[in-house]
């Protein structure tokens, strides 16, 4: 557990039953076990970190076990979910989206591809465990040859491709060596309109090596889907479920790359950029982006668990120097 998670799991409601006897713990006391555990902590950190999470609501204060107004203050932690704890939630909600894009760097990862035209681009993938990484269908179905490295720059050859059986632009490619089991594992949730975000993704750069951009946006509205509005490699690859609008400088290559809300959840990934509403000829010059929800894809990825009939596997060529889709 990160600091912040340590400081609310020892105020909680679950330490105080099963740890300190139902007795309320000081600023003192929290001082004190993190002493215990090698973490020397400013008070002034602290009293940042306990006032945050007051403010939020997720700690109350309870009243005084000495006479110092400061150091004997007691606390309770309330609505503390283990799975937040563990995942380092409540720390990224403390230290910001910085603490969040450099937790999770070599978690998002360039996708190099060949065109059947025999052009080069780019596009996003991020890792959700050890052997699976999550992207958008277009940037790897159909095209000619595929390459994926690791954040050692080992090839990572993928053993099954699943890709929904309706027009979503998902697809989740297993890797069949570990590659990935030493990076940060993004988990996914569910977001709302109006949540701050980070994107993370490599747009193409003229001039430049893949770069990791990162930018903060809100996710502006849900959209639904008309036919001929928003489009990806002259292919619609939409269905008729609701979308995330975001305002974030999205490119083509940040498409397959990660949305992610002030917890550290993937609540989205981009798929596309929409059109401009008086030239459908010309990319919108808003700089909006459009994304398949944190549903959307927790939906996709029970449905491979199930091996039921919306999901089907790609069938792929694994050429030494990469792969590709048929």
Not at 83 to 101: H, K
Not at 178 to 188: A, L, M, R, T, W
Not at 243 to 262: C, H, T
Not at 296 to 314: A, E, H, M, P, T
Request: glycine share 8%.
């Amino acid at each position: 557990m990160g600091l912040v998670a340590q400081i609310l799991n020892f105020f909680s409601f679950y330490s105080l039953s099963t740890v300190h006897n139902n007795q309320y713990q000081s600023l003192n006391d929290c001082i004190n076990y993190l002493k215990g555990r090698d973490i020397d902590i400013q008070l002034r950190r602290l009293i940042s970190i306990i006032k945050k999470f007051e403010h939020e609501g997720f700690i109350l204060k309870i009243g005084q076990k000495g006479t110092d107004p400061i150091y004997d203050s007691t606390y309770l932690a309330q609505n503390i979910y283990t799975r937040y704890l563990e995942y380092g939630a409540y720390d990224f909600y403390y230290w910001g989206f910085v603490s969040i894009r450099n937790h999770f760097l070599e978690s998002v990862i360039p996708i190099d591809v060949e065109k059947r035209n025999g052009s080069r681009d780019i596009g996003t993938c991020f890792v959700i465990d050890g052997h699976r990484l999550l992207t958008a269908r277009h940037c790897i179905e159909g095209m000619n040859n595929i390459q994926i490295f690791d954040p050692l720059n080992h090839l990572a050859t993928p053993s099954t491709i699943w890709v929904p059986s309706n027009d979503m632009d998902i697809a989740l490619i297993e890797i069949n060596n570990y590659n990935f089991s030493q990076v940060p594992k993004f988990e996914i949730e569910y977001g709302r309109v109006l949540d701050e975000v980070l994107t993370m993704g490599y747009p193409p750069i003229p001039g430049f090596d893949a770069i990791n951009v990162s930018d903060l946006a809100y996710v502006n509205a849900t959209l639904k889907v008309s036919e001929g509005r928003i489009i990806a490699e002259d292919r619609v690859l939409f269905d008729r479920d609701n979308y995330f609008l975001i305002n974030a400088k999205v490119k083509g290559g940040n498409s397959g790359g990660p949305i992610i809300n002030d917890l550290g959840y993937v609540i989205g990934m981009i798929v596309n950029i929409p059109l401009d509403a008086e030239d459908q000829s010309r990319i919108d010059h808003l700089a909006y982006g459009v994304a398949v929800t944190g549903t959307q894809i927790n939906n996709f990825l029970s449905n491979i668990y199930r091996q039921n009939d919306k999901v089907r596997k790609l069938s792929f060529i694994n050429n030494k120097k990469g792969f590709s889709t048929e």
